[in-house]
């Protein structure tokens, strides 16, 4: 791909396991080799344990290499065909969300999501979130009548979307021209508040890992000593 004004893109991730034991997340950033194209992944898997974590690290890495290759939407397909299960395996078999995103100098990035990973971008000072959680709470905004507010917000944990089970109509897909993305799992969004969230981006901005940093160490436990896994990829087109 060629590139006008923009010369290269920068990456940076960070991640912290959280307090339910062995960390379900798990990411992966590639560069095609002989070119500046870079494709970046988040998988967080439901629960924890060894078998998530395999799941969550392969899933990853298929579909950080595969964007690179072909598009976002092309990786987490190849992502969950790696992972997924037969149809008669139990339904605890390991699964979870994951995100994608794949961009090169003076191009937009693509970004691929199944679930509750989302992606952020910063632009001219806001923080826009870009995608939309695949959640039963959003479904029951979306499909009921207003005040509804408090009984979706109590299934927005509930996830309408796994990896296991990706195919063409259960991943959306964007594209976004902001010069700086963010990749996160929810113990990142989840955990810290919106306002604390856009702060950090805006003093952080200038040096993706340092911002990648900020989040994680940011995550802090909800009111039951809960505090989940958290992973960021930062994307600075430079």
Do not use: F
């Amino acid at each position: 791909m060629s590139s006008s004004k923009t010369t290269r893109v920068v990456t940076a991730a960070a991640t912290r396991e959280g307090s339910g034991g062995l960390s379900g997340d798990a990411y992966a950033v590639h560069t095609l080799p002989g070119t500046q194209i870079v494709g970046a992944a988040i998988t967080d898997g439901i629960g924890h344990g060894p078998a998530v974590a395999e799941m969550s690290h392969i899933s990853a890495q298929v579909a950080a290499r595969v964007a690179t290759r072909r598009h976002a939407l092309s990786a987490l397909l190849a992502a969950g065909s790696v992972v997924s299960v037969p149809a008669d395996h139990p339904r605890d078999a390991p699964n979870g969300v994951s995100i994608a995103a794949v961009t090169s100098p003076g191009h937009k990035t693509e970004i691929a999501w199944v679930g509750d990973c989302r992606a952020y971008g910063w632009q001219n000072g806001t923080l826009d979130l870009l995608t939309t959680d695949h959640s039963v709470g959003n479904w029951l905004r979306h499909n009921t009548n207003e005040g509804i507010e408090l009984l979706a917000a109590a299934h927005d944990n509930w996830s309408r979307g796994h990896i296991g089970w990706a195919d063409v109509w259960t991943v959306h897909t964007i594209l976004t021209n902001a010069p700086l993305i963010l990749l996160t799992s929810d113990g990142v969004h989840a955990q810290i508040l919106p306002g604390d969230l856009e702060r950090l981006v805006a003093e952080h901005a200038d040096n993706p890992q340092t911002l990648a940093d900020a989040l994680v160490a940011a995550v802090q436990p909800d009111r039951e000593g809960y505090r989940d896994d958290a992973t960021v990829v930062v994307i600075q087109h430079t």
